[in-house]
């Protein structure tokens, strides 16, 4: 007994319900109160201070609506994850420098750092930038413990710059998000074979919008950090942070 394909018209209705299931799925998760909606839950987008990644987790649907929003959010995730990036660099290279274990404290590098210096270096902070200036001549071990602090201190102020509008800029991205259900529909009822490109972007569509909803904790989260960190080193020199805004 032959057989023969499916006419195009039915395999278009079976791709537009199942598309339509998966976007009722979708629409589901994005309510208030949902795991989802709330970033919590494992997902692509979470990412711990100290991570080695410099990259985006935000991919790319094929879709020219949806991606309109999640290019945007690519780029945010990119400062996000940069700016985790640096703090972990930063004190890796001081705690090399100092030849302290990696896993020492901030803190401890503080305290090593005014140890050492014992009286001969001071903090400078010149255009919102702490910097830690020798008064004479020091050892070479000092020197480079002290260029990887500034370094740091310099990589440190321009992430929390970096960051800075991540939380409201993020916020409306999220809000975008919401709308995605019935703007797909939408698409779908006009182009149904536009249904193949939606079911194989469902899964990345759901990851991005927890990368999205994740966003703004994480760039308050280590803004806090790199701001903490700076604060104990330029304390310990006798300076204050946040700097007092017309002092020098």
Do not use: C
């Not at 079911?199 to 759901?206: C, E, P, Q, T």
């Not at 080193?233 to 942070?241: R, Y």
């Amino acid at each position: 007994m032959p057989i023969f394909a499916a006419p195009r018209s039915v395999r278009s209705s079976w791709l537009l319900r199942t598309a339509l299931v998966g976007l009722a799925a979708l629409a589901l998760a994005l309510q208030p109160g949902d795991a989802l909606a709330k970033g919590k839950g494992k997902g692509k987008g979470k990412s711990k201070s100290g991570a080695k990644a410099k990259t985006s987790q935000v991919e790319l649907t094929g879709n020219h609506s949806l991606d309109a929003v999640f290019k945007q959010l690519k780029t945010l995730d990119q400062a996000v994850t940069g700016a985790e990036h640096s703090r972990s660099s930063g004190k890796h290279n001081m705690t090399t420098a100092m030849g302290l274990p990696k896993d020492a404290k901030m803190t401890a590098v503080a305290k090593h750092l005014k140890v050492s210096g014992g009286g001969k270096v001071k903090v400078a902070v010149t255009d919102g930038v702490p910097q830690l200036k020798p008064s004479d001549a020091l050892p070479e071990k000092l020197k480079a413990e002290i260029e990887a602090v500034n370094l740091a201190l310099h990589d440190y102020t321009a992430a929390i710059k970096g960051v800075a509008h991540i939380p409201k800029e993020s916020a409306k991205l999220v809000k975008k998000t919401k709308a995605f259900p019935d703007q797909i529909k939408k698409e779908l009822k006009s182009n149904p074979l536009e249904a193949i490109t939606v079911l194989k972007s469902l899964g990345a569509v759901k990851d991005n919008i927890k990368v999205a909803a994740q966003l703004p904790k994480r760039s308050v989260t280590v803004s806090k950090q790199l701001n903490a960190d700076i604060k104990l080193i330029v304390t310990a020199f006798g300076g204050t942070w946040p700097p007092v805004p017309g002092k020098k």
